[in-house]
Every structure is written in C-alpha cells, then in structure tokens.
C-alpha cells in the first residue's frame, strides 16, 4: 500500500528566509501525482503544487517549489521568501491513476516577524 | 466562479442523532470524493461519486454512512445514529476529470462535533 510521510510535525522560519518541508512516500508504481495543500486556519485545502511523476523537471510556482527525486521517493516543499501568510499546515499527498489522494500527516508552518 | 460549496460550515449533534452535510461542486466538475480529517491526521478518503453513480466506497464505514450524488443538488454525506468518535472535519472535493493531476479543488470543509 502506498504511504506518505512527513517527518516535520513543526517547522518555523524567519520572515523573508527560505524554508524546506520534507516528504517521502512508498509506491511501487512508475506513474503518479504529487501535490502540497496548504491548510490555513480558515480550514480550506489551497493546492500549491504539484507534479507528474514521468516529468524530471521540477515544478516551480512562483516562490514554491519542489526537489523531486524519483529514484530516492523524496518531495520537498520550497519556500522562498517566507511571509506571514505562509504560515500554515503542509499537507503531502499522493495519487496514482485510481485517484485516491494519499496524505502525510502534515507539516505546521510557523513564520517568525 | 464560485468553489466547492460545503455547507454547513460547523454542525453539532447530541449522540444518535443524524448528521447530513451537503457539497456543491466547482462548476464544470463532475467527481465529488469526501475525506475525513481527525484532529492532527491528514486526510482519510471516504467515498467517491459521480452524478447517481457511487464509483468507489471503500473508505467509508459499512455501518452509519452513506453518500449521494443526485442527478439534481449537491452531493450529501449522511450519518446515522452519530457517535463521538464521528466527530471530525469532513471534505469535499471536486474533479473535472477522474484522474487526479489537474489536482482536486477542496471544499472549506464541515466540522462535525458529537456532544
């Protein structure tokens, strides 16, 4: 069964500082989805990034982006730039063409002024 | 350009009553999933639907539950008999496409708490 794991249950950083949130999931699966939610305290999932398994380039959005390595099962999340509205939790998920999403536990983002 | 409506936003029930919460998907899209969401957990899929079609069920608990799409209205999520440890927040998602890259767009969820 494919799993996510996020070994971060709290990470902080300085405003305007980069930051890097951890994810690794287990597949035995070639194709696949990987995304970032961001879940502020409003509670509405917010889509920040995703990534097709098959594609080598990492996804870039504006200050976000990813470091995926394949080989290693490894998605990170990285946060150039930090603000205040960062703050959040960090939801890893996984979706293979069955289209359930598989989620990590999540990541709390706290963004120091 | 309105989102995935989810409506009520908090909704308490006394123990062994029931719970029905309510999804209007994103325009254009015609998948709705629900999730489940314990406190400090990430999401746990529950059930997927197309229009009058359940697709896939296999997260959700045989007893108490059960999910519609009607062929008119919003998808409904109904417990039964609603214990505590239904108490949780409960998303709905929707898909324009059934496989899952364009991403799904999440609902601002309904949280249910069972006094």
């Known amino acids: 069964a494919q799993t996510v794991t996020q070994s971060q249950p709290e990470m902080s950083v300085q405003e305007a500082e980069t930051v890097t949130l951890s994810c690794t999931y287990d597949t035995s699966e070639s194709d696949y989805y990987l995304f970032w939610y961001k879940q502020p305290p409003s509670r509405q999932m917010i889509l920040v990034i995703r990534q097709e398994a098959y594609k080598q380039q990492n996804a870039t959005e504006n200050r976000f982006s990813v470091n995926f390595q394949k080989a290693a099962k490894s998605f990170s999340l990285k946060i150039s730039d930090s603000q205040l509205g960062d703050a959040a939790m960090y939801f890893c998920a996984y979706c293979h063409s069955n289209y359930q999403l598989i989620w990590g536990a999540g990541t709390k983002l706290i963004i120091k002024p | 350009n309105a989102g995935v409506m989810q409506n009520p936003r908090h909704l308490v029930r006394r123990r062994g009553q029931e719970a029905r919460l309510r999804c209007s998907p994103m325009?254009?899209?015609?998948?709705v999933y629900w999730y489940r969401q314990l406190p400090e957990e990430g999401l746990k899929f529950m059930v997927y639907?197309?229009?009058?079609?359940?697709?896939?069920e296999s997260g959700m608990p045989k007893e108490r539950f059960s999910a519609e799409f009607p062929k008119e209205g919003p998808s409904i999520l109904r417990i039964q008999q609603v214990v505590r440890g239904d108490s949780a927040a409960y998303f709905c998602?929707?898909?324009?496409?059934?496989?899952?890259?364009?991403?799904?767009?999440f609902g601002s969820g309904t949280r249910l708490t069972v006094v």
């Open positions: 639907l197309q229009k009058e079609n359940i697709i896939d």
């Open positions: 998602a929707s898909s324009r496409l059934r496989t899952g890259f364009e991403g799904y767009t």
């Open positions: 325009k254009g899209h015609s998948h």
